[in-house]
């Protein structure tokens, strides 16, 4: 494996973003379409929405979408990362977490939030931002859907 | 006073709310345009963004915009909800939120989530929301700037 990461989407990258989150599992079909959605009005309007692409020999292993929170004053959110299934364990979402996290401190981001869910499926994501120095700052209950909580992280940058 | 409350907007509300939004005080211009462009999304691509108008003889004298958090099931969010200076403290406010509420209650929706600033700033709208019986769900620590956090609150519907 010979990973590369670009700071920047092309206008193949929405069907590509689609793939991977789609390969995780993961995702209900309308967050995928969520997904593909983001990468379009990225491409149409640059700026709210940044990404970071994971590519082994060119071709896209995963991605990551950040961006400032709007009218916050040095508050970021990760919105997306993922991997694809047989990209996994091998240090591509922590290197393209680290990206993230570089890009925000380096436009002086002093925070970055992340939200997933409670549920039992998502603990190798919870556990992932745990061992990437996340702390949860808060849990909204039932917020996804009865007995589904969002789980709020934030890391001081 | 005679105030009716619609559930549509038309294509010169975004103007209108530009300005209901301004004349508040409480917000910053990037967050006027925010709200502006909420509207003009609304009315390009309906379902996403829903709004009630309340009006004193068609003059528009506040507004709500609510929606359904994306792919939650039963969870809605109150974006906006703002009353001209000179229309406050006569329930307008309140029979927006009544409006938001019956109307998300008739859609499925079990819980209604509401955030704003921790600041002295906004004591008068925490204590609004808490007058209409919504509880501290979550504080964000720092998440709008340093010294400035997000108070989540919900309401169960």
Chains 1, 2 share one sequence.
């Not at 990362?81 to 570089?102: C, F, P, T």
Request: aromatic letters at 14%.
């Amino acid at each position: 494996m010979r990973i590369a990461i670009r700071d920047y989407i092309t206008e193949k990258d929405p069907d590509i973003i689609y793939q991977i989150v789609k390969d995780t599992g993961y995702f209900s079909e309308d967050e995928l379409i969520m997904a593909r959605e983001l990468a379009i009005s990225a491409l149409a309007k640059p700026g709210e929405y940044l990404f970071f692409v994971a590519e082994d020999n060119l071709k896209a292993a995963g991605y990551a979408c950040y961006g400032k929170i709007p009218c916050s004053i040095g508050s970021f959110e990760l919105y997306w990362i993922a991997v694809l299934k047989g990209y996994q364990h091998n240090g591509i979402g922590r290197a393209l977490i680290n990206s993230v996290e570089s890009a925000v401190r380096s436009c002086g981001g002093k925070k970055l939030f992340v939200s997933t869910s409670s549920t039992d499926r998502y603990a190798p994501t919870r556990a992932f931002y745990e061992d990437c120095a996340y702390t949860q700052a808060a849990v909204l209950k039932d917020y996804f859907a009865p007995g589904d909580h969002e789980v709020i992280y934030e890391k001081p940058l």
